[in-house]
């Protein structure tokens, strides 16, 4: 016998179910044993698509996907949020958003922006756009030999690729925003501790300088206070499905992602908070960054504007005023069905919203 049938998850019942008093009790052991699994079983480590590190820089690294079959002269460049590991964006083999651009003749950049520690402390969002995000892009160009290049930035790194893109001299040819935050302005959940800062009741620069970068647990505790307070559904859900082995393997994977957020550089958070939420200089075209002033205007690449609408963590509002601001000719806006994080595809399909934007705006070969 294999080891991997020994393995839990492996399970199957079998042709002929042991059927006592009319419950399966085959079933009932694969639904337990597959329960307790989170518990009992060492933690889940995936590697997925093959990728290989072309630049470094401090803790973050850019990776590169390349495509076996490539059908599309323009590369893509993922910049995904600060707040969790972007392992979600390559989760399991058919249901991973790399893979899928991978296969589908797309090659791939990632931006992982890594962990920061405590000698980070300092690092602002002008680091993360300038020194991070453009020398990354700059770096892609430059493998790849490509002429222009696509940006698709995921939550807060929606928001860098949108303030990236605003001042960047590269050849973006398109910008894809999924689920990102531009307008701060409209906060439903937290609206009073919104109003309290730009009243200036409450100030957090003390707090921040304080701790210098925030644990991941402090940042946990915020995304989870926002977006499910009352975090046991997601067990009730496992319950109800765990005699199945390919459910109970993406889930462990998807909590784990879920529990992993990272600490947050103070510089970062302090000029997120102050500049983006409290003055929402972006939307105004206050916001500076290395003594570059942020005009959405100055962004004439194709744009692709993505929301859900069960989103309360970034709600639609939030996303759509981008459109009206910038000087692109092709804007585009698609709301889904789904969470904040509707990143489901199947197959190493392109998601339908992708699959008719995407290519024809990417040179094909």
């Not at 950049?109 to 520690?117: S, V």
């Not at 800062?197 to 926002?226: C, H, M, S």
């Not at 960054?289 to 859900?308: D, F, G, P, T, W």
């Not at 069960?310 to 996303?319: R, W, Y």
């Amino acid at each position: 016998m294999d080891k991997k049938d020994e393995h839990p998850n492996s399970l199957e019942a079998k042709p002929t179910d042991l059927v006592i008093a009319n419950i399966n009790v085959t079933k009932e052991y694969l639904r337990w044993n597959g329960f307790f699994s989170h518990w009992t079983e060492s933690e889940l480590m995936q590697e997925n698509t093959p990728r290989e590190a072309i630049w470094k820089k401090n803790k973050a690294i850019l990776w590169y996907y390349p495509t076996s079959q490539k059908k599309y002269k323009t590369p893509l460049f993922l910049i995904y949020s600060l707040v969790n590991k972007p392992f979600i964006l390559d989760l399991l083999p058919g249901e991973s958003v790399i893979q899928s651009f991978v296969k589908n003749g797309f090659d791939v950049y990632l931006l992982d922006f890594g962990i920061p520690r405590d000698e980070d402390s300092d690092i602002t969002v002008d680091h993360y756009i300038v020194d991070y995000i453009q020398r990354g892009v700059t770096r892609a160009l430059h493998h790849s030999s490509a002429e222009k290049i696509s940006i698709v930035g995921y939550c807060l790194g929606g928001t860098l690729a949108s303030v990236y893109t605003a001042i960047s001299n590269e050849p973006i040819e398109n910008l894809i925003l999924m689920v990102a935050p531009i307008d701060f302005q409209y906060f439903p959940s937290y609206d009073q501790w919104v109003a309290a800062l730009r009243a200036e009741l409450i100030n957090v620069d003390d707090l921040i300088d304080y701790y210098g970068v925030i644990p991941a647990e402090f940042v946990k505790f915020g995304v989870r206070l926002l977006t499910s307070p009352v975090y046991l559904s997601h067990y009730l859900s496992l319950l109800n499905r765990a005699d199945d082995p390919n459910y109970v393997l993406r889930w462990r994977l998807f909590n784990k992602w879920t529990k992993e957020h990272i600490p947050f550089a103070g510089g970062a958070m302090k000029q997120l908070i102050n500049d983006f939420v409290k003055e929402n200089k972006l939307i105004k075209g206050e916001l500076m960054i290395r003594e570059k002033k942020v005009n959405l205007s100055n962004i004439k690449a194709n744009l692709l504007v993505v929301s859900s609408n069960l989103d309360h963590l970034v709600p639609k509002e939030q996303s759509i005023p981008i459109i009206d601001l910038v000087s692109s000719q092709d804007k585009t806006y698609k709301l889904l069905q789904g969470g904040h994080t509707h990143l489901i595809v199947k197959d190493n399909k392109l998601p339908d919203y992708l699959e008719e934007w995407l290519p024809q705006r990417s040179d094909p070969l």
